[in-house]
């Protein structure tokens, strides 16, 4: 059974850090490229980034480019999300998200993790 | 930017019923749309994808059609378990887009 399963959210003051990190099991981690996609509470969802199958290759939603980075560990079958400089709006729900292939570029998200909130305030 | 036209934004219907959710691009994305089916305080799952395909597993009330700008989601007989949200998704061209959702509930 695949299975993502998100940690490391929670209540964050803007301008600070925080890494997400989203942990797979049920199927060939090396073989799919990965997503995070967000929500904010109550809203619609947002595409953040994804990453090729060997990380070689990343992408992002304007946003959060040059305060995001989206990095994978394929011998622990685990993707991360490294958060910077955030802001009230990055307040979301995010959710880690396998692709139907191996490149991130085919932005089809065939299972989900249950998302982790976080919070940015004062 | 492609802007994904959802409607309706919400939908009250019966037990039974055929519904229908239509989702509209600004521009030609061709079969690269995708259904997601939300329930409350759950992760989306995927439904339909590239305009016409049901996931494997995926009920066979569920169906999905179209190609250029226009798209339609339907379920051909409403279950009680289908309460949720439905979001269509482009990704012909970057940035990605969701539509803004439907609402479904049962009257």
């Known amino acids: 059974e695949v299975q993502l399963v998100e940690s490391g959210g929670g209540l964050v003051q803007p301008g600070r850090s925080l890494r997400l990190s989203c942990a797979a099991s049920?199927?060939?981690?090396?073989?799919?490229?990965m997503h995070w996609v967000r929500q904010a509470p109550g809203k619609g969802l947002e595409w953040v980034s994804g990453?090729?199958?060997?990380?070689?290759?990343?992408g992002y939603v304007d946003s959060v480019k040059g305060r995001f980075t989206t990095s994978r560990d394929n011998a622990k079958n685990s993707l991360f999300l490294q958060m910077n400089s955030l802001r009230a709006e990055d307040t979301a729900f995010y959710y880690c998200?396998?692709?139907?292939?191996?490149?991130?570029?085919?932005?089809?998200?065939?299972?989900w993790g249950q998302g982790i909130l976080v919070t940015v305030s004062t | 930017d492609i802007q994904m036209t959802q409607s309706p934004s919400s939908l009250s219907a019966s037990v039974g019923d055929r519904v229908t959710i239509t989702c509209q691009a600004s521009?030609?994305?061709?079969?690269?749309l995708n259904w997601y089916q939300q329930k409350p305080g759950k992760a989306p799952k995927l439904l339909i994808y590239?305009?016409?395909n049901l996931r494997t597993g995926v009920p066979s009330r569920f169906s999905g059609s179209g190609s250029g700008t226009d798209f339609t989601f339907t379920i051909s007989s409403l279950q009680a378990e289908d309460i949720a949200t439905y979001y269509c998704?482009?990704?012909?061209?970057?940035?990605?887009?969701f539509g803004q959702g439907t609402r479904l509930e049962i009257k």
């Open positions: 049920g199927f060939t981690f090396d073989d799919y490229a």
């Open positions: 990453i090729n199958w060997n990380g070689d290759n990343i």
């Open positions: 998200a396998r692709s139907f292939t191996s490149t991130w570029q085919v932005l089809k998200f065939d299972y």
């Open positions: 590239d305009a016409a």
């Open positions: 998704q482009q990704y012909d061209n970057l940035p990605i887009a």
């Open positions: 521009q030609d994305i061709s079969k690269y």
